[in-house]
């Protein structure tokens, strides 16, 4: 046998014997859903809108931030993942400060920390969550992605103005991630970012969003009175849940 | 059309055109004339080959079905296991796979040029932006992100040259291939400006250290179509430029070159611009330009002087195909 083939044979057999035991040691999502009766749904993605220019801006192309409580996406999305998950699983109301999740420890600037260290939301689900005890627990936040060529990022709800030479685009973003915690462990069972929808807008930007004609502009006015951009965005949310859902293998709702 | 029986740059000129197969007269001809080509110098036979594989790489693309944007192209079964440090897989992917072309001096401080095949490769989340990336970038990973200010490992591996490769360089002997290791630090002061540093020491054919500086106007024309241009300066150490322009006696001895010992410094200065446009969302095309002007001891060496050029000039052109996969 000539060396080249001895070291093909030598490395399909290790990552044969190292697939093998990392299946014996290993579960699969669905494997550990499987002893999920009772759950409870905690979203903390609706408390705010933020307004950003990309492109080609001005000196100053800091984000704007206004509150859009009174608009309900939270209790939409509690709703809405109810409804989806109500034929598998024992949904049971719960009480949360969203307050809490909403303002829940940001990514380190070193990203590898990200990586090792322990999930934000896992002492919270343990502490602020009412009543304790379920199966597990599905957790909505805002999640992030960048967005041009550059590293800026945008997060959660959001409206996006993004100028060029000869035009400028403006789109919508619903930017959210479902966390589903073991209710004894609180570890994270599954994790996932609700994927961008079919009808992608111009900027391309790691979730859901659609592109929008001037008229939903906000104007000078106060953004949650904006009933166009609040339909809108409602629209976005109700439209992203059921594929995130289907890809966490939660619900077949596609 | 028996395509398969056709030279690549010649099918594929054929497909292009729509001609009929010349008869066997004519492929008698072209494997003749391919004989007598083949026995000319071995970088022209090089060029030849790196030409039909770019050939044969853009047919590949031309012959990839359009797929729907909406829609996965493939879906794949999930994962028997996961591993718990590392996010599900599941979900879309895109995957981008491309080829592009580059016609650069064959060798740093030489007077012709050469093309080159590139592959194109990358896998992302679905919706995810590829960050800008200057076509002398160094491959880099951003282990630090304030979103506007990145750093992190960055490295590049410059290939060996060969004494016998170009006639230019017979009596200086081989340099090894080279890796170089460090870092980079980039800065966006707006989203339309990029400012970025690196900073690498050599492994293997040079041992010393080099550092990049570079500036780019990102300038979108329209939301597709992206335009950039910016500054570049380059500085080397004397380990880094000695092994590529420093002439011992012996080398001076087999080549007829006079002895020449390099030094460090400022190595080369110039600017850059590339164009990169979006035709569809599966279909993008790019093309850039690169210029840069030997200075210091580079400048001075010799083998710049007698026999190659202070100016070195980088044509670039690719084009890739993007498409989802979505894993169950």
């Known amino acids: 046998m000539r060396p080249g083939s001895r070291c093909v044979s030598f490395a399909t057999i290790v990552l044969v014997a190292v697939s093998v035991s990392a299946c014996a040691m290993l579960e699969t999502r669905e494997t550990k859903l499987q002893g999920v009766k009772t759950v409870g749904i905690i979203s903390a993605v609706g408390d705010e809108i933020t307004f950003a220019k990309g492109g080609l801006t001005g000196l100053d192309n800091r984000s704007q931030r206004f509150p859009i409580g009174s608009w309900g996406l939270d209790e939409l999305i509690v709703q809405q993942i109810t409804a989806a998950l109500s034929g598998r699983f024992q949904v049971q109301p719960v009480t949360y400060q969203r307050e809490a999740f909403a303002a829940a420890e940001k990514d380190s600037v070193i990203t590898p920390v990200n990586v090792i260290r322990g999930d934000p939301f896992k002492k919270l689900v343990q502490t602020e969550v009412s009543p304790q005890g379920l199966d597990a627990y599905i957790v909505i936040t805002k999640a992030k992605s960048t967005f041009g060529g550059g590293g800026r990022k945008l997060e959660g709800i959001g409206f996006l103005n993004y100028g060029t030479v000869l035009a400028s685009y403006s789109q919508i973003h619903a930017l959210y991630e479902i966390r589903v915690f073991d209710g004894k462990t609180f570890d994270v069972i599954e994790k996932m970012t609700a994927p961008p929808l079919d009808d992608v807008g111009a900027v391309r930007i790691a979730g859901p969003s659609r592109m929008l004609d001037e008229s939903f502009a906000p104007g000078a006015g106060d953004p949650a009175q904006n009933e166009k951009l609040h339909a809108a965005i409602t629209d976005l949310v109700a439209r992203s849940l059921p594929p995130t859902l289907s890809d966490m293998h939660l619900a077949d709702v596609r | ?328």
């Open chain 2, 1 to 328: 059309m028996n395509l398969v029986r056709l030279p690549v740059r010649k099918m594929f000129k054929t497909l292009l055109t729509n001609d009929a197969l010349p008869g066997a007269a004519a492929e008698q001809s072209i494997r003749k004339r391919d004989a007598v080509r083949d026995q000319s110098r071995p970088a022209r036979k090089r060029r030849h080959t790196n030409r039909d594989f770019l050939c044969t790489a853009l047919l590949a693309l031309i012959l990839v079905p359009s797929a729907a944007a909406a829609e996965p192209l493939v879906t794949l079964p999930a994962p028997p296991f996961e591993l718990p440090v590392l996010p599900p897989v599941s979900g879309t992917w895109t995957v981008m796979v491309g080829v592009g072309g580059e016609y650069k001096p064959d060798f740093e401080g030489a007077k012709r040029s050469m093309l080159s095949p590139i592959p194109i490769f990358s896998i992302r989340r679905a919706g995810s932006t590829e960050q800008f990336r200057g076509p002398r970038d160094s491959a880099s990973i951003a282990l630090i992100d304030f979103g506007d200010l990145r750093a992190g490992p960055a490295g590049k591996f410059v290939t060996s040259r060969k004494a016998n490769s170009y006639s230019e360089l017979n009596g200086l002997g081989d340099v090894k291939t080279t890796v170089e290791l460090g870092g980079f630090v980039e800065y966006y002061p707006v989203d339309w400006f990029r400012t970025r540093g690196e900073l690498r020491q050599g492994i293997g054919g040079h041992h010393g250290v080099v550092a990049d500086l570079s500036a780019d106007f990102i300038v979108p024309l329209i939301q597709r179509f992206t335009v950039s241009a910016g500054p570049r300066f380059t500085w080397e150490s004397t380990q880094a430029t000695s092994p590529y322009f420093g002439i011992d006696a012996v080398q001076a001895m087999a080549t007829g070159l006079p002895a020449f010992n390099a030094k460090g410094g400022p190595h080369s200065v110039g600017a850059g611009a590339q164009v990169s446009y979006r035709i569809d969302p599966q279909w993008e095309v790019h093309a850039y330009v690169e210029y840069q002007r030997l200075l210091g001891d580079a400048a001075k060496s010799p083998l710049v002087t007698l026999r190659g050029s202070p100016n070195q000039t980088t044509f670039g052109l690719g084009a890739s195909y993007a498409f989802d996969v979505r894993i169950r």
